[in-house]
Nanobody, 122 residues
Framework: QVQLVESGGGLVQPGGSLRLSCAAS????????MGWYRQAPGEQRELVAA???????NYAESVKGRFTISRDNAKNMAYLLMNSLKPEDTAVYYC????????????????WGQGTQVTVSS
């Protein structure tokens, strides 16, 4: 059974940084795409960043140049480094594992973590 556990969220001032971590168990993430999503109150969940099993990354326009997704297959971990945070980045952030190696495999997957809250406020 696949389990994903996010950590690293919290309260940060505008312009600050956070690194989110996603610990996977029950599967070896090395052969799967991984993604980070977020959901703000009253909004739909949206894809923030995703990375293929081979390391190709893709980002939402709103976070390009500020966020970096990475993976450590040896540790079975995925990360999201968030710099230059803005109040509009406030949301619950979720980790997701795809069903295969490519980014397209994320959409049909149901492998979600429980989420971690990120609040950007002064």
């Amino acid at each position: 059974q696949v389990q994903l556990v996010e950590s690293g969220g919290g309260l940060v001032q505008p312009g600050g940084s956070l690194r989110l971590s996603c610990a996977a168990s029950g599967s070896r993430i090395s052969i799967y795409a991984m993604g980070w999503y977020r959901q703000a109150p009253g909004e739909q969940r949206e894809l923030v960043a995703a990375i293929t099993s081979g390391g190709y990354a893709n980002y939402a326009e709103s976070v390009k140049g500020r966020f970096t997704i990475s993976r450590d297959n040896a540790k079975n971990m995925a990360y999201l480094l968030m710099n230059s945070l803005k109040p509009e980045d406030t949301a619950v952030y979720y980790c997701k594992q795809g069903w295969g190696p490519n980014l397209q495999s994320l959409n049909p997957s149901n492998y979600w973590g429980q989420g971690t809250q990120v609040t950007v406020s002064s």
